[in-house]
């Protein structure tokens, strides 16, 4: 069994009234059944990462939520999970920045996450200067921000998820530790240029099933890209135990494949907080 960390994992989709579009993309995209929308008790969320050997997991919790699952889950297990942190209003950056400094002082935060095309009706692609304030507050916590990359599953706007958008961000902001997440498809060989070209840029294969990541980025896997890949499962979308399942079977180096699933994660979202 290969060890894993799982940096993206829903714990609570069933605690609250999903939008027509998650439903569809269960529906629709997904084929998924009941179980996507689910939200696991802690015993159950534990002995599925022991039996398939993820030893730790980054929960996403909503910062407007007091007290939410993914939050409840970290402060009893903190040896087994970490956040990341959604939900903040940008078009009020002085409050929401306040909110984030304050939780990060007091939880283990991985990562801030920003879906572009989730919010503002699609309208702030991420080098807009609504997210500047944001990205600088980041850069003085040693915070990585997790940016959703290609065309969403749900019937949403898309073109502001181009991974070209992040071109000027990276420019802009050099200290600024990123990474996108739930693949970037069509625009997978964007952006490997984009990694190839910036250090701090990052790709998580999150909502992605392993066995459909086009042989353009396994190559970068396998050569110049094998501590640019994070492994996440975007469970309980895809579950641990598929994704790790296939992500075994891939045609990759053992050392290529730890990288994947376990250091490449530890080292960009979790030494910091272990330090």
């Not at 990462?49 to 939520?65: P, Q, T, Y």
């Not at 964007?190 to 396994?218: D, F, G, H, Q, V």
């Not at 135990?241 to 080292?267: C, I």
């Amino acid at each position: 069994m290969n060890r894993a960390i799982d940096c993206l994992v829903n714990v609570d989709l069933g605690d609250r009234k999903q939008p027509e579009w998650m439903i569809r993309v269960k529906d629709d995209y997904f084929k998924g059944g009941e179980s996507f929308l689910s939200s696991p008790e802690l015993p159950q969320l534990l002995d599925d990462m022991d039996a398939h050997g993820v030893e730790r997991a980054i929960l996403l919790s909503n910062i407007r939520v007091a007290a939410d699952r993914g939050e409840r889950y970290a402060a009893e297990r903190p040896d087994r999970f970490a956040l990341g942190i959604g939900g903040l209003n940008l078009l009020r950056p002085v409050k929401a920045l306040r909110e984030l400094e304050a939780f990060v002082k007091d939880n283990p935060v991985a990562y801030v996450s920003v879906g572009p095309s989730f919010w503002g009706d699609g309208m702030y692609p991420p080098n807009d200067a609504v997210y500047h304030p944001l990205y600088a507050k980041c850069c003085e916590l040693d915070l990585p921000v997790c940016m959703n990359t290609g065309i969403p599953g749900p019937p949403l706007p898309a073109d502001v998820q181009n991974p070209i958008h992040l071109d000027r961000v990276c420019i802009r902001f050099p200290e600024l530790k990123l990474c996108m997440i739930h693949g970037a498809d069509p625009w997978w060989d964007t952006a490997i240029r984009l990694m190839l070209k910036y250090r701090n840029l990052r790709l998580m294969t999150s909502a992605w099933s392993p066995k459909r990541l086009p042989e353009s980025l396994l190559h970068f896997m396998r050569t110049r890209g094998q501590g640019r890949i994070i492994f996440a499962s975007d469970s309980p979308a895809l579950s641990m135990e598929r994704t790790l399942g296939e992500a075994a079977k891939l045609d990759l180096s053992d050392e290529v494949r730890d990288q994947w699933l376990y250091q490449n994660g530890k080292s960009f979202f979790l030494d910091r907080l272990d330090a």
